[in-house]
C-alpha cells in the first residue's frame, strides 16, 4: 500500500485519506535502523519506546536494528489541568537502571514538543550517559515550542493533521491500522 491509495473499505468512513503506506513506512524504519545501527555500533543502547503509541514502531525498528540493544517501556501521562507547566508523569521504569547507559526514547508523534521535552529531562536524571530521541512522525506545526531540542531520528514529517494507525490512536480506535492515515473530522 501507498500513499494516496484507495482507504480500505472498512475504515472509509472513518479515515480521509492514505498518508503513509505501510510498504513506505516498512521502507523507512529499516533505513533508520541502519543509520541508528551506524551510530551506536558497540554501544548497547537501551530503546525506551513511550506507550501505547510507539508500540508498533518500536517492535519494528527493533528488528531492524543490526546492534546488540535492549527495550524498555515507559508511559507518559500529562497531568490535566497543568498543560502550560508541562508536566509529565513517567511510570514503567521502576527497578530499571539506565545509568551509564546510552538511551533513545521512541515516540510515536512529536507535536508541540512537551512531552517528549518532558520523559527526556527526566530519563537524564536517572543517569543516562546520553540521551537521544527518536520520534516516527513529526508534525509541521506552528504549535512546536521553541524551547523543545530537535529531535535526532525522525522517520517522517506530517502535516498538521490528527492522524492514526501504526499504533496512533483516536479513543484506543485505530492503532492497528497498518498504514497511516488522516482521520475524517469527529470519526
Ligand atoms: P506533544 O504536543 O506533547 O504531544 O508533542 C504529543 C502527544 O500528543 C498526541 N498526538 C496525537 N496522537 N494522532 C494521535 O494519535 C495525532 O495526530 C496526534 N497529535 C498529537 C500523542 O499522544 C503524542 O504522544
Ligand atoms: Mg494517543
Not at 508536566?87 to 546510552?102: C, K, N, Q, Y
Not at 492514526?164 to 492515515?181: E, K
Request: charged share 25%; glycine share 8%; aromatic share 6%.
Amino acid at each position: 500500500m501507498e500513499a494516496g491509495d484507495e482507504v480500505p473499505a472498512i475504515w472509509k468512513d472513518d479515515v480521509r485519506e492514505v498518508l503513509l503506506g505501510s510498504a513506505d513506512i516498512s521502507a523507512r524504519v529499516r533505513q533508520l535502523g541502519k543509520e541508528i545501527s551506524a551510530a551506536y555500533g558497540g554501544l548497547n543502547p537501551v530503546m525506551l519506546p513511550v506507550l501505547k503509541g510507539s508500540y508498533i514502531f518500536a517492535a519494528d525498528l527493533s528488528r531492524s536494528l543490526e546492534i546488540p540493544h535492549e527495550i524498555q517501556f515507559l508511559r507518559a501521562r500529562s497531568y490535566v489541568g497543568t498543560e502550560s507547566s508541562g508536566d509529565v508523569s513517567i511510570s514503567g521504569l521502576e527497578g530499571v537502571d539506565l545509568r551509564e547507559r546510552h538511551v533513545i526514547v521512541v515516540e510515536d508523534i512529536v507535536d508541540t514538543g512537551l512531552t517528549l521535552k518532558c520523559i527526556l529531562k527526566k530519563i537524564r536524571a536517572l543517569g543516562a550517559i546520553d540521551v537521544r530521541s527518536c520520534t516516527l512522525l513529526q508534525k509541521d506545526t506552528n504549535r512546536r515550542r521553541s524551547d523543545v531540542p530537535p529531535v535526532d531520528y525522525i522517520a517522517f514529517h506530517v502535516q498538521d493533521e490528527f492522524v492514526v494507525g501504526y499504533g496512533l490512536d483516536y479513543n484506543q480506535r485505530f492503532r492497528h491500522l497498518p498504514f497511516i492515515g488522516i482521520l475524517k473530522p469527529h470519526a
